[in-house]
């Protein structure tokens, strides 16, 4: 990433403010040969943003999910979750985690947000609660460019500043909590060793 990525990104930026024309047409303009290049990286730029939108829904699910009086991911007691679930207690229990078993988190995101086939000739059904949080997500993509970004000004200052106050306060419960110290000191005094490793 920085040794291509970035680069590459600051040598488009630089190419279209030199010829003075957008992401397509830029480096068309320099060398007739990479005509095709902009358009590829809009369409790129596209498939990317389908993938998003995707992640986004997912968000949204959990969001109204929620909602709930009760966390479908805290307990092993809903009607998708499977005799491999395994609810880690750290403070009761000090065991290794059963061979094969699975958070309710992952079985509520497997299992029930994402209802994985069993292989690639079942094809499943559409799942309407995601085809409306993708929706939802498509209105948020398009209210957020519909008007340009200056329209946006006032969205910006509390998308801005919202995740580092989040994090303060984040931070300032945490280190209220049981063990703290212990996070930190494992937090600040990394183990050298482990990045020769090639599976961390």
Request: glycine share 8%; hydrophobic share 45%.
């Amino acid at each position: 990433m920085i040794v291509c990525g970035v680069p590459m990104l600051y040598m488009e930026l630089a190419v279209g403010q030199f010829v003075g024309r957008g992401p397509i047409a830029a480096l068309g303009s320099l060398c007739p040969l990479l005509k095709g290049t902009g358009l590829g990286s809009v369409v790129v730029s596209f498939f990317m943003s389908t993938y998003y939108c995707v992640i986004i829904a997912y968000g949204v699910y959990y969001f109204f999910t929620s909602f709930k009086p009760h966390h479908p991911w805290v307990d092993c007691t809903n009607r998708w979750n499977t005799e491999n679930c395994w609810i880690p207690r750290l403070k009761e229990d000090n065991i290794s985690r059963p061979y094969n078993s699975q958070t309710p988190a992952e079985e509520f995101f497997h299992i029930k947000v994402l209802q994985i086939s069993k292989g690639i000739e079942d094809f499943g059904t559409l799942r309407w609660e995601l085809v409306a949080c993708l929706l939802c997500a498509w209105v948020l993509v398009y209210f957020g460019l519909w008007k340009s970004i200056k329209s946006s000004a006032k969205v910006r200052y509390l998308t801005a500043t919202l995740p580092f106050i989040l994090i303060i306060v984040f931070l300032a419960k945490s280190l209220t909590l049981e063990g703290a110290q212990l996070g930190m000191k494992y937090f600040f005094q990394p183990k050298w060793e482990l990045l020769g490793d090639a599976k961390v």
